[in-house]
């Protein structure tokens, strides 16, 4: 099925392995080490094979800067179908307004929000970093907290969720001109509502990035940041698995402001190819399967969490309402990277994190950071949840032990054999 890769258009199957061995081999290489781990990254999938052969197909010839009908180079016929079909579908998955779907990737689509409803120097409110926000929600680092000013908000000391209380007397407070909602590292479900109506009564914006919980949100397991949020972004690699790419939803009083602001303000050329992967994407989450791939997605992580936690661990906010959750490991004596670097060497993938008013820095932070939806996408369920969360304590409590660390691996590796993909 990987032939998409080595034929452009099935033109000549196996092409890149004649042409370019160095990156063919690379490639099954990748696909081999893909399906040798148990991968626990929280922002990756699996895409379909639907959605690869729609990625390596020929729009990625075509230049096509403009709009479906406004387009500023010739030839578009089709190009405007596989983007209507996109803007259609997605309008019907989500209920909004207007939709764009030219976004090159989660960051960029963050950029056009800010760019169309800030000026360099307006202040706006995001969860801080640290506490889950995405480094696009104002961190120093990032375009948005060196050309915004950014009032981070946080979560609760106690309960390590998102206090409403506190973002509300901050809004009024600081009066921002857009607040910032959703996360990247945050495992609760989070009131879009309620930030809206705080944004409301304070005159400024609201925008949500939904990046990692769109598939919860279709399969109305979260709830929806429409019709009342003003833009919404999403990435359509991570839950959605779709292609690496996003967009931005928002009310029609914005939708001038938001394509404006993607092209010709940030963006050239669209890709119309990607495009087309997230109109295949878009018509795969319209399925009755998806709704169910969603479901085991959040029941996975539960089984996962509750396991994990009657082994001794400790996790932020005591579990998890979506599809990822934070492990805090202070009481066990290692660091996140160092957790990270042992669970690697058992064939495990995770990403080390920072956790609530972590004393550590991002680069060896206090927490790594896990998720279901590719172990999901691959058909494991509770029962293989319960054998992960045992395979993850043992390689913590064995960071040190070569002999221990190799039998956790040959057992990883029994169990990716059970669930094949590609
Ligand atoms: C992943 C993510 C993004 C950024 O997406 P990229 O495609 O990596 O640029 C933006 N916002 C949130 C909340 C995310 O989790």
Same mark, same amino acid.
């Given at each position: 099925?990987?032939?998409?890769?080595?034929?452009?258009?099935?033109?000549?199957?196996?092409?890149?392995?004649?042409?370019?061995?160095?990156?063919?081999?690379?490639?099954?290489?990748?696909?081999?080490?893909?399906?040798?781990?148990?991968?626990?990254?929280?922002?990756?999938?699996?895409?379909?094979?639907?959605?690869?052969?729609?990625?390596?197909?020929?729009?990625?010839?075509?230049?096509?800067?403009?709009?479906?009908?406004?387009?500023?180079?010739?030839?578009?016929?089709?190009?405007?179908?596989?983007?209507?079909?996109?803007?259609?579908?997605?309008?019907?998955?989500?209920?909004?307004?207007?939709?764009?779907?030219?976004?090159?990737?989660?960051?960029?689509?963050?950029?056009?929000?800010?760019?169309?409803?800030?000026?360099?120097?307006?202040?706006?409110?995001?969860?801080?970093?640290?506490?889950?926000?995405?480094?696009?929600?104002?961190?120093?680092?990032?375009?948005?907290?060196?050309?915004?000013?950014?009032?981070?908000?946080?979560?609760?000391?106690?309960?390590?969720?998102?206090?409403?209380?506190?973002?509300?007397?901050?809004?009024?407070?600081?009066?921002?001109?857009?607040?910032?909602?959703?996360?990247?590292?945050?495992?609760?479900?989070?009131?879009?509502?309620?930030?809206?109506?705080?944004?409301?009564?304070?005159?400024?914006?609201?925008?949500?990035?939904?990046?990692?919980?769109?598939?919860?949100?279709?399969?109305?397991?979260?709830?929806?940041?429409?019709?009342?949020?003003?833009?919404?972004?999403?990435?359509?690699?991570?839950?959605?698995?779709?292609?690496?790419?996003?967009?931005?939803?928002?009310?029609?009083?914005?939708?001038?402001?938001?394509?404006?602001?993607?092209?010709?303000?940030?963006?050239?050329?669209?890709?119309?190819?990607?495009?087309?992967?997230?109109?295949?994407?878009?018509?795969?989450?319209?399925?009755?399967?998806?709704?169910?791939?969603?479901?085991?997605?959040?029941?996975?992580?539960?089984?996962?969490?509750?396991?994990?936690?009657?082994?001794?661990?400790?996790?932020?906010?005591?579990?998890?309402?979506?599809?990822?959750?934070?492990?805090?490991?202070?009481?066990?004596?290692?660091?996140? *990277?160092?957790?990270?670097? &042992? #669970? %690697?060497?058992? =064939?495990?993938?995770?990403? !080390?994190?920072? +956790?609530?008013?972590?004393?550590?820095?991002?680069?060896?932070?206090?927490?790594?950071?896990?998720?279901?939806?590719?172990?999901?996408?691959?058909?494991?369920?509770?029962?293989?949840?319960?054998?992960?969360? *045992?395979?993850?304590?043992? &390689? #913590? %409590?064995?960071? =040190?032990?070569?002999?221990? !660390?190799?039998? +956790?691996?040959?057992?990883?590796?029994?169990?990716?054999?059970?669930?094949?993909?590609?």
């Amino acid at each position: 099925m990987f032939h998409f890769y080595y034929g452009v258009g099935r033109i000549q199957p196996n092409n890149l392995k004649h042409i370019d061995p160095a990156v063919a081999q690379a490639i099954e290489n990748e696909k081999n080490r893909q399906m040798n781990v148990i991968e626990l990254i929280p922002s990756e999938n699996l895409v379909s094979t639907a959605v690869l052969e729609a990625m390596g197909s020929i729009f990625t010839n075509k230049y096509s800067e403009g709009y479906p009908h406004k387009r500023y180079y010739g030839g578009q016929e089709f190009v405007d179908v596989v983007e209507e079909l996109a803007i259609e579908r997605a309008k019907r998955l989500f209920g909004a307004e207007h939709v764009n779907i030219q976004p090159y990737s989660g960051s960029p689509a963050n950029m056009a929000v800010y760019f169309a409803l800030l000026n360099p120097g307006d202040k706006f409110m995001g969860m801080s970093l640290a506490h889950g926000g995405h480094l696009t929600h104002g961190s120093a680092v990032s375009f948005s907290g060196i050309l915004y000013r950014q009032i981070p908000y946080c979560v609760d000391k106690e309960t390590e969720m998102m206090d409403y209380g506190a973002l509300k007397k901050l809004a009024e407070s600081e009066r921002p001109k857009m607040i910032v909602s959703g996360a990247s590292a945050y495992p609760r479900e989070i009131d879009f509502k309620a930030i809206d109506e705080i944004a409301d009564s304070v005159g400024a914006y609201s925008f949500a990035d939904i990046a990692h919980i769109a598939g919860l949100i279709i399969a109305n397991l979260h709830k929806s940041p429409f019709p009342f949020t003003d833009v919404v972004t999403t990435t359509t690699h991570k839950t959605l698995r779709g292609p690496r790419g996003a967009i931005i939803m928002c009310k029609q009083e914005f939708a001038e402001k938001i394509d404006k602001a993607v092209f010709p303000g940030l963006q050239g050329g669209p890709h119309d190819h990607i495009n087309a992967a997230k109109a295949v994407c878009f018509a795969e989450a319209m399925k009755p399967e998806f709704i169910e791939y969603q479901k085991q997605i959040v029941k996975n992580a539960k089984a996962l969490a509750s396991e994990l936690m009657a082994l001794g661990v400790k996790l932020v906010s005591n579990g998890t309402d979506n599809h990822l959750m934070l492990l805090d490991l202070r009481n066990r004596g290692i660091t996140g *990277k160092q957790a990270e670097t &042992a #669970l %690697d060497e058992v =064939n495990i993938t995770v990403n !080390k994190n920072m +956790i609530p008013f972590d004393e550590r820095k991002p680069y060896d932070p206090s927490g790594i950071r896990i998720g279901t939806p590719v172990v999901t996408t691959r058909g494991m369920k509770e029962n293989e949840m319960k054998e992960i969360a *045992k395979l993850i304590v043992r &390689a #913590l %409590d064995n960071i =040190n032990n070569a002999h221990e !660390k190799q039998k +956790i691996k040959e057992e990883v590796l029994g169990l990716c054999g059970r669930f094949p993909f590609y």
